[in-house]
């Protein structure tokens, strides 16, 4: 097996974003991450998409009795300054799941903190992204490779 060369980097999409920020923000060793269509702040995704909430009370564990930890705890924007990688952020305007608000909120908070960022903001596409899936992995592939 060849020895661990430093070459790694992570890739999450939307409720994977949670998982991808999650694991930057203890300690993952990646030199660049990118996110797509992701959830930044769980509390405002929830109040967004209210039937959302049965999916978290199905996958959090003590989500009932520990809410207000569940979401400090997978919401990024609670702590950006924990997050030490560039970040790439893809995210399209008319994102009817998670609401466009959530990458700008996050962009305005890593530019606030001076951390290395950039937003590709996505015109005439849905949440998943298929409409401009070519775009969305040539900008993940230049944004790896410059890192």
Known sequence: MPAYDGRAYLYGHARGGIDAYEALRDGLPVRAAAITSGIADLGNALRARPEMEEVARDLIPDWTTKQ???LAKRSA???V???KVPLLIVH?????RVPFKQAEAMVATLARLGKEHRLVAIDRDAHPLY???ALVVDEIVRWFSAH
């Open 68 to 70: 207000g930890v569940a």
């Open 131 to 133: 409409l401009h899936r």
């Open 77 to 79: 924007l609670r702590w």
């Open 81 to 83: 300054d924990q997050l």
């Open 92 to 96: 399209a305007h008319q994102d009817a």
